[in-house]
């Protein structure tokens, strides 16, 4: 079965830095990647995700991701944050065909941004 | 376009009583989850559905916890009775292509 891990429970910032979330996962094959993130009292929106092709994945709010196959990572990133980004970071792994639909998330990464 | 629409927002309930809680997935979505968020496990699949069959239902904790899925745009999971370990926000999920959309959540109270 496969896994998630987020070795960091809370991250703190400040406004304008740049931001790497880490995300390790554990699965025998290329899964499908996912990063969403959680406003309090929101449900969970979808950043970006990764199914195949350009390792490098772009998404909304200026965030991106890289897959690395070797490391069995896909860690997020923003060269800058704004106050509006301090959430709860998830990340996902889905499992093709068919399975990616059907997915497991990490423990989560708290954001809070110093302005 | 209309999202996953959950209800209700907020439920507080005694122990004991029946929890009924609904979910509407996106129009044209063909499979729909149940997730549960604690501060304990975080998000816990509990049951997901593909074209309204229940397809994997091992992670409903008890028999206390039902989900049904009558027709393509309505499904309801179940808790009789609701104890206070039950306590929790209650995702509704769909998807079409691997990306799961998220409701907003039900946050349910059980005293």
């Known amino acids: 079965a496969q896994s998630v891990t987020q070795p960091d429970i809370h991250i703190t910032v400040s406004e304008g830095a740049s931001l790497e979330l880490r995300c390790n996962y554990s699965?025998?094959?290329?899964?499908?990647l996912f990063w969403y993130v959680q406003s309090p009292g929101q449900g969970l929106q979808l950043l970006l995700k990764y199914f195949s092709g350009d390792t490098l994945v772009q998404g909304i709010k200026g965030f991106e991701a890289e897959f690395k196959r070797s490391q069995s990572s896909f860690n997020l990133r923003k060269p800058s944050v704004h106050w509006s980004d301090a959430a709860e970071y998830f990340c996902?792994?889905?499992?093709?065909?068919?399975?990616?639909?059907?997915?497991?998330f990490g423990t989560g990464t708290q954001l809070k941004v110093e302005l | 376009d209309a999202g996953v629409i959950q209800s209700p927002r907020h439920e507080v309930t005694e122990m004991g009583q029946e929890v009924t809680l609904r979910c509407k997935p996106i129009s044209g979505h063909d499979y729909l989850f149940w997730y549960r968020q604690t501060m304990m496990r975080g998000l816990e699949l509990l049951i997901y559905?593909?074209?309204?069959?229940?397809?994997?239902d091992s992670g409903m904790p008890e028999d206390r916890f039902s989900a049904k899925m009558p027709n393509a745009s309505f499904s309801t999971l179940k808790i009789q009775p609701s104890e206070p370990r039950d306590s929790a926000v209650y995702f509704c999920?769909?998807?079409?292509?691997?990306?799961?959309?998220f409701g907003e959540g039900s946050r349910l109270t059980v005293l």
């Open positions: 999920a769909s998807s079409v292509t691997g990306e799961l959309f």
């Open positions: 699965y025998g094959a290329t899964p499908y």
């Open positions: 559905f593909n074209n309204n069959v229940p397809i994997d």
């Open positions: 996902a792994v889905g499992t093709p065909p068919g399975g990616g639909n059907k997915l497991t």
